[in-house]
């Protein structure tokens, strides 16, 4: 307990303000409560029920997937600039935007473009459906344990809509009140490990998809701009795995790319969503 109660508080997750504006307000440091753990006075057995058996039957199966991992920086300075000018839309219109729906947007953009990863394998690998909808799966650490519902239709949605469903879905999450039309049918995963800290992971795949990205932390790290100078940028990484059975890594690559190219401007969202 000694060693929780004098541990330094962890940093705010990320500047609210975007940079270099961000001068004008430095965020205080978030002071993490103290909660006392229960600490286990004697061994004891539980069963593994519910969410957490869901799990050990998704995961055993993900295991038998031959992963390959790829891995990239996002300079997510502009959006961190977009998500704090429209703060105060979000607010008016009464729902929160974080930076979850343009990322899981910026996806959907890019399955677009790559729709072998919009996919599912059969059992066997013998046949891999292409999927018409971009059904985003969201992995959300709720109270219950790890939980992933998804966003129907991503590809026919607005900003404004994800922003809706997510803010909807994490609530049901919170509240234990999830279904399986929220859970079934999910095409594509995203795991934003970031919210809690971190920045790279080895997320494994849900079957039978075929890949999913998980995303670190957002923070402030030194990059050369044109000029070769040395600034302060916004930025996040990113760790995809993906079924080396089906899916190969120049593919993997050059999804990321585009996905990452809506991300660093994200102006070009615009352009694309329908
Ligand atoms: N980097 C920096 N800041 C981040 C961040 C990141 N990667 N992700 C979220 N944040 C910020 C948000 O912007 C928000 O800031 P504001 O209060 O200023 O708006 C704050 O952290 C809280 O965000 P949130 O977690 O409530 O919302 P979200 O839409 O970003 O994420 C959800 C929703 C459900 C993905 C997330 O809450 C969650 O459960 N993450 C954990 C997923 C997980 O457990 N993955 C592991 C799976 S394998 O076991």
Redesign the pocket.
Known sequence: HIENLTRAPPEP??E?APLPAAKKRKPEPAVRPYIPQASVQEDRVEPIRGIRKAMVKSMNAAHAIPHFGYYDDIDMSSLVQLRYDLKSTSKARGF?L???PFIIKSTSLALLEYPVLNASVDSNCENITYKASHNIG????TPDG?IVPNIKNVQSLSLHQIALE?NRL?ELGINGKLGPSELKGGTFSL??????GGTYAR?LIMPPEVAIGA????SVRPKFNHEGEIVKAHT?QVSWSADHRVIDGATMARFSNIWKSYLEKPGTMLLDTR
């Open positions: 997750l990320v609210t929160k974080s930076f979850m969201i992995a959300m650490d790890l997510l994490h795991s934003n490990i970031g919210s809690i997320p995303l670190g932390k957002i996040m």
